[in-house]
Nanobody, 116 residues
Framework: QVQLVESGGGLVQAGGSLRLSCAAS????????MGWYRQAPGKQRELVAT???????NYADSVNGRFTISRDNAKNTVYLQMNSLKPEDTAVYYCNVDVSTRGGYWGQGTQVTVSS
């Protein structure tokens, strides 16, 4: 069994910053890709950023240049540093972790609200 615990969401004014964390624990030998997705009210869940075990990173166009994804393999943790936040970044943010031989897991979600 694998558990994901997210933290770091909250309310921030436009132009502000937040840092999300997602820590994986449990029966983990190794983790392949880690990533962040988000879902705004009335919209489908969308990719925000992903990072592979080798460090290859992919960003959605809407966040490229403002958000930074990183990971600490020793802690099985992925981070999302969000700068220059905009009201349209308001959503529930979910981490997703691909655990070797066990499959993909989702975090419980953390609310990010950006006021104008």
């Amino acid at each position: 069994q694998v558990q994901l615990v997210e933290s770091g969401g909250g309310l921030v004014q436009a132009g502000g910053s937040l840092r999300l964390s997602c820590a994986a624990s449990g029966s983990i030998f190794s983790i392949n890709r880690m990533g962040w997705y988000r879902q705004a009210p009335g919209k489908q869940r969308e990719l925000v950023a992903t990072i592979t075990s080798g460090g290859r990173i992919n960003y959605a166009d809407s966040v490229n240049g403002r958000f930074t994804i990183s990971r600490d393999n020793a802690k099985n943790t992925v981070y999302l540093q969000m700068n220059s936040l905009k009201p349209e970044d308001t959503a529930v943010y979910y981490c997703n972790v691909d655990v070797s031989t066990r499959g993909g897991y989702w975090g419980q979600g953390t609310q990010v609200t950006v006021s104008s």
